[in-house]
């Protein structure tokens, strides 16, 4: 049985993406450094880590091996469908995951995070390591006022800083921001503030205590595509100035060719595919990758329907056997079933990694990657693949064509 021909849509929509963002020379700029030697020297280095939170119903398996790095000044952007065990993964990384048994190794700046103690984590929370949460108004006291709020961040971490100087540095740092009038916004409650200028005090708070690297989990989801535009704009400002790593959470692929220099793809809890952005958006591996991106809207093909991804990822509790993807893979090939492809190069470089057992001649969103995909499942797709393709694939695929 041969896979579905390729209509070339993922590459439209990657293109059209990146158009309405208005940054692709900057984007390709950006991308070129994958040509070449990596001359910085890596910050955080994340060596299989693991974490299972054991429940009345079963072990959930948030985070199954996955290994990464990031250096100074760049930045890595996760992308996966909820559940894939992104944000699990950068919470454990600051003890934020209480429970939860966890076993690896996560270096920053020569340090195991793994081995510390929650007083020791503390200190390392907010000065070092700064994080942007997705919902800024749960995330910012409703009873107390936003300048204090940033103060008190300073002073938490910092004795030595007077009320005073903690004010006056949140009043500065609302104004780096783009809040206008700082001086009288500095003593506003949160909600006297609107979604963005919300988001905007978050990212004043992390950069409060100069941290040298920042997690934002999602911080434009809540926001509208202008706002969103304007948070994506200030991040990338504030981190040229300050030279500081960023690791970007997002299901929004948009955010991650404007912002990221490196790309995790993640699927129920394992790494799918690791790989500079341009590799990820113009030769991707994997299919779920490419599914991802096939599922882009894009307003050059208005008469056409999405194609989206059949089925829901798997229950981090109940895995099913192989390759976890399978169930809603179109190349779905009898290996698949009963073994799970590790991370293996693409590239020459090394610098391109995907978790699948199409060959690696096969990236790419060209038609002689797309033939070597359907040659390669003629050769290796038997009657047990094919029936779950029909049952999965091919059902999925008449629902919503239907």
């Known amino acids: 049985m041969q896979a579905r021909p390729y209509s070339g849509r993922a590459c439209i929509a990657v293109s059209v993406m990146l158009c309405n963002a208005c940054r692709v020379s900057r984007i390709l700029h950006r991308g ?51 559940g894939s065990g992104k944000t699990v993964l ?20 020569g340090t195991d995070l793994l081995t510390l103690t929650e007083d020791q984590l503390r200190e390392i929370r907010g000065a070092r390591i700064a994080v942007i949460f997705q919902d800024p108004l749960t995330s910012l006291h409703p009873l107390y006022k936003v300048g204090w709020q940033i103060a008190e961040m300073i002073r938490a971490h910092d004795k030595s800083v007077s009320k005073k100087q903690a004010h006056e540095r949140a009043t500065e740092l609302l104004g780096r921001v783009g809040i206008p009038r700082p001086a009288q916004r500095v003593d506003d409650y949160p909600h006297q503030f609107s979604g963005g200028m919300r988001q905007r005090a978050m990212i004043a708070m992390a950069l409060s205590l100069s941290p040298r690297m920042i997690i934002a989990d999602e911080p434009t989801t809540a926001l509208d595509a202008t706002v969103q535009a304007q948070i994506i704009d200030l991040l990338l400002r504030l981190q ?14 948009g955010v991650v060719a404007d912002i990221a220099d490196d790309v995790m793809v993640m699927y129920a809890g394992r790494a799918a595919e690791k790989a500079p952005k341009r590799d990820v958006f113009y030769a991707p591996h994997h299919p779920y990758t490419k599914g991802l991106l096939e599922s882009i809207p894009s307003s050059s093909a208005s008469g056409d329907r999405l194609r989206p991804i059949p089925g829901s990822p798997p229950s981090l509790i109940n895995l099913p056997s192989g390759c976890k993807f399978h169930p809603r893979c179109g190349y779905v090939l009898d290996r698949c079933l009963t073994e799970e492809p590790g991370l293996r ?34 050769e290796g797709r038997g009657e047990a693949a094919a029936e779950v393709f029909d049952a999965e694939i091919a059902g999925a695929e008449g629902s919503v064509a239907g």
């Open 32 to 82: 070129c450094w994958a040509m070449g030697r990596r001359d910085a020297l890596t910050l955080l280095e994340v060596t299989d880590l693991t974490v299972s939170f054991p429940t009345a119903d079963g072990v959930v398996r948030a985070v199954r091996g996955v290994s990464f790095g990031v250096e100074a000044g760049r930045t890595l952007g996760i992308v996966g469908e909820s």
């Open 345 to 378: 190069p693409v590239s020459q470089g090394g610098l391109h990694s995907s978790a699948c057992w199409l060959p690696v001649q096969a990236a790419g969103l060209s038609e002689q990657a797309e033939e070597l995909r359907a040659q390669t499942v003629r």
């Open 240 to 253: 040229q100035e300050s030279h500081t790593a960023l690791i970007m959470i997002t299901h929004d692929l």
């Open 90 to 109: 950068t919470q454990t990384l600051l003890g934020l995951t209480p429970g939860a048994d966890v076993s690896g190794r996560a270096l920053f700046d």
